[in-house]
Nanobody, 119 residues
Framework: QVQLVESGGGLVQPGGSLRLSCAASGSIFKISGMGWYRQAPGEEREVVATITTTGGSTNYADSVKGRFTISRDNAKNTVYLQMNSLKPEDTAVYYC??????WGPGEYWGKGTLVTVSS
């Protein structure tokens, strides 16, 4: 089995920063694409940022471009999301996603970490 565990969420004031981490563990042969998604109360889950296997290509939602940075450490099977200049509208549960080759290919999700931006 494969598990994804997010950490780093919390309460932060507008304009502040947080760094989210997501570590994958279990029977992993290879992790290809990874990403961060978020879901605000009453809203659908949306993509925030994605990163390819080697980290050579990243994509961001327009709403976070220039403020968020996704990165990964393949030696640690971990993906990060550096969030700067946070706004109240960034408040959501943030989920990690990964395409993992285990005993078979599969897409896995973490349970989420809550980010609250409020004064």
């Amino acid at each position: 089995q494969v598990q994804l565990v997010e950490s780093g969420g919390g309460l932060v004031q507008p304009g502040g920063s947080l760094r989210l981490s997501c570590a994958a563990s279990g029977s992993i042969f290879k992790i290809s694409g990874m990403g961060w998604y978020r879901q605000a109360p009453g809203e659908e889950r949306e993509v925030v940022a994605t990163i390819t296997t080697t980290g050579g290509s990243t994509n961001y939602a327009d709403s976070v471009k220039g403020r968020f940075t996704i990165s990964r450490d393949n030696a640690k099977n971990t993906v990060y999301l550096q969030m700067n200049s946070l706004k109240p509208e960034d408040t959501a549960v943030y989920y990690c996603n990964a395409e993992v080759l285990s005993w078979g290919p599969g897409e896995y999700w973490g349970k989420g970490t809550l980010v609250t931006v409020s004064s």
